[in-house]
């Protein structure tokens, strides 16, 4: 797609619900496995697995909460293992 093309006309949709964070997420990522990363203004990073998809949507259970950042989680990423 290039900037001269049109927004696509399909409605966004909602995938999943997740759960968990005590303020608003600023950010989310995809992971390995089924997984995805979230980032709050709660200060905390989450890990989320999915655990299966309806017609309603998917499931997903938090497996790790990372705390103690000092500011709000503006965004997250991942890298191959070994990178700095």
């Not at 968990?20 to 709660?42: C, K, L, W, Y």
Request: hydrophobic share 40%.
């Amino acid at each position: 797609m290039s900037a001269a093309d049109p927004m696509p006309t399909e409605p966004f949709q909602l995938s999943a619900i997740l759960t968990g964070h005590e303020q608003d997420v600023r950010s989310v990522g995809p992971f390995a496995d089924s997984q995805v990363i979230t980032g709050s203004r709660d200060a905390t990073v989450r890990v989320w697995k999915v655990d299966s998809e309806s017609a309603d949507g998917a499931s997903a259970t938090c497996t790790h909460t990372l705390s103690g950042h000092t500011h709000f989680v503006g965004a997250v990423g991942i890298t191959a293992a070994g990178e700095a």
